[in-house]
C-alpha cells in the first residue's frame, strides 16, 4: 500500500553532519505521520523523530538537539548534526496514518556509520 524508499545513510567522521531522506509512494491519505527510528546492533529500537501533517516535529528523548525532522508531503528528511560514534545504527523511516486499519509501514533501512 505505501512504500518507502531511504537515502543519504553512508560513513560520517565524528563531527560531520548527515542528511536522511525518505520518500512515499502509494496510497497517501493526506494527513500522516512520517519520522524516523534508529537501531543498533544489541539495542532495542528507538525514535529519533517524526512530524505529522501541519504539525511541528517531536523528537525522542536520545535526540540531544542533534536531530531535525522536516517534512513534504510525501517524503520525510532527518539532518543529524556534529554526529557521534554512538550515532551508528541502521534508520528506518516509517509513515503512520494513525487510522483503524492502516498499519504502520516501514522502510528497509539506511545504514549510517560513524568512524575516523
Known amino acids: 500500500q505505501v512504500q518507502l524508499v531511504e537515502s543519504g545513510g553512508g560513513l560520517v567522521q565524528p563531527g560531520g553532519s548527515l542528511r536522511l531522506s525518505c520518500t512515499a509512494s502509494g496510497s497517501i491519505y493526506g494527513v500522516n505521520d512520517m519520522g524516523w527510528y534508529r537501531q543498533a546492533p544489541g539495542r532495542e529500537r528507538e525514535l529519533v523523530g517524526f512530524?505529522?501533517?501541519?504539525?511541528a516535529p517531536e523528537y525522542g528523548p536520545s535526540a540531544e538537539g542533534r536531530f531535525s525532522v522536516s517534512r513534504e508531503k510525501k517524503a520525510a528528511f532527518l539532518q543529524i548534526e556534529n554526529v557521534k560514534p554512538e550515532d551508528t545504527a541502521v534508520y528506518y523511516c516509517?509513515?503512520?496514518?494513525?487510522?483503524?486499519?492502516?498499519?504502520?509501514?516501514w522502510g528497509q533501512g539506511t545504514q549510517v556509520t560513524v568512524s575516523s
Open positions: 516509517y509513515y503512520d496514518q494513525r487510522m483503524k486499519g492502516i498499519p504502520r509501514y
Open positions: 512530524q505529522r501533517t501541519s504539525m
